[in-house]
T-cell receptor, first 115, second 110 residues
Framework: GAGVSQSPSNKVTEKGKDVELRCDPI?????LYWYRQSLGQGLEFLIY????????KSGLPSDRFSAERTGGSVSTLTIQRTQQEDSAVYLC?????????????FGPGTRLTVL | QKEVEQNSGPLSVPEGAIASLNCTYS??????FFWYRQYSGKSPELIMS????GDKEDGRFTAQLNKASQYVSLLIRDSQPSDSATYLC??????????FGAGTRLTVKP
């Protein structure tokens, strides 16, 4: 079946502009995660959605970052007033979270470059 | 102490050898353990999950878990150049709490 999809694959923007990144999880997966990976670095957790519960926003680095998930499916990560340090690959993952398996499957990522 | 620690490498092995990747974690309540492979410029790909103490084999890959020692490892038998990648260890405490190691870069030389 189809995996996690993300769009756009690449985004170049100017400092101070807002950007929206989209994630479409695997059908039937109830949980959705956003991570950030800077060049040569590990994964940084940003936010987590589980079903209709309130999201866990504990990883968002600043109030310029926000995310929503509509209808328990597609999610949008918004970065306002982008800064050069926001340049990274933004990864989305989804999981079923049934039977306590918690296996996360990643999308291809969006490479964000802030000039 | 980092929550999930891995040797950053690079780890270099000759083709056909066994590659051994190690990971330690700090939280004793951790329940689920994963290995991801990440090729350069690509996203992480789940290759192994392990939930119980002992070994779990899948093809050329064997994951080993020792909860008492808070240690999980990945063995790759008959290593191939196509196995050259960064391997991420991930430890899951609860649904939201997945912690990733920084990764070990593996190079398999022909």
């Amino acid at each position: 079946g189809a995996g996690v999809s993300q769009s756009p694959s690449n985004k170049v923007t100017e400092k101070g502009k807002d950007v929206e990144l989209r994630c479409d999880p695997i059908s039937g997966h109830t949980a959705l995660y956003w991570y950030r990976q800077s060049l040569g670095q590990g994964l940084e957790f940003l936010i987590y959605f589980q079903g209709n519960s309130a999201p866990d926003k504990s990883g968002l680095p600043s109030d310029r970052f926000s995310a929503e998930r509509t209808g328990g499916s597609v999610s949008t990560l918004t970065i306002q007033r982008t800064q050069q340090e926001d340049s990274a690959v933004y990864l989305c993952a989804s999981s079923f979270n049934g039977r306590a398996l918690y296996e996360q499957f990643f999308g291809p990522g969006t490479r964000l470059t802030v000039l | 102490q980092k929550e999930v620690e891995q040797n950053s490498g690079p780890l270099s092995v000759p083709e056909g050898a066994i590659a051994s990747l190690n990971c330690t974690y700090s939280d004793r309540v951790s329940q689920s353990f994963f290995w991801y492979r990440q090729y350069s410029g690509k996203s992480p790909e789940l290759i192994m999950s392990i939930y119980s103490n002992g070994d779990k084999e899948d093809g050329r890959f064997t994951a080993q878990l020792n909860k008492a020692s808070q240690y999980v490892s990945l063995l790759i038998r008959d290593s191939q150049p196509s196995d050259s990648a960064t391997y991420l260890c991930a430890v899951n405490i609860a649904a939201v709490d997945m912690r990733f190691g920084a990764g070990t870069r593996l190079t398999v030389k022909p």
